[in-house]
């Protein structure tokens, strides 16, 4: 079965960090592309990151370079999403989707790509 289950939110104040998880399935973590998304209210999901836990090849978005670091432990099929001197403009929902039919070397950061996701984990940044 397909799945990812995330965790890791919280509460923090800007400047902070957190580290979010996605723990993977042994049938999921392999060669399936695991990308990690974000939706604020009122806004649309917009990918953040993205990972192959096989070749471990990444691909980020222009506006979380610098802050965010995708990473992966193969040893609990996780991978993590590393954030820090965090923003209120990062408050949002990160979720963690991953797809079978995804497997190349640089895994997409379009949400419609994406056919699994887990519940969720909210961030919220205060000032």
């Known amino acids: 079965q397909v799945q990812v289950v995330e965790s890791g939110g919280g509460s923090v104040q800007a400047g902070g960090s957190l580290r979010l998880s996605c723990a993977a399935s042994?049938?999921?973590?392999?060669?399936?592309?695991i990308a990690w998304f974000r939706q604020a209210p009122g806004k649309e999901r917009e990918g953040v990151a993205s990972?192959?836990?096989?070749?471990?090849?990444?691909v980020y978005h222009a506006s979380a370079k610098g802050r965010f670091t995708i990473s992966q432990d193969n040893s609990k099929n996780t991978v993590y999403l590393q954030v820090n001197s965090l923003k209120p403009e990062d408050t949002a929902m990160y979720y963690c989707?991953?797809?079978?039919?995804?497997?190349?070397?640089?895994?997409?950061?379009?949400?419609?790509?994406?056919?699994?996701w887990g519940q969720g984990t909210q961030v919220t940044v205060s000032s």
């Open positions: 990972i192959n836990p096989g070749s471990g090849s990444t």
């Open positions: 042994k049938d999921t973590y392999s060669n399936n592309c």
């Open positions: 989707a991953t797809d079978v039919r995804l497997r190349g070397r640089w895994c997409p950061l379009e949400d419609n790509r994406y056919s699994n």
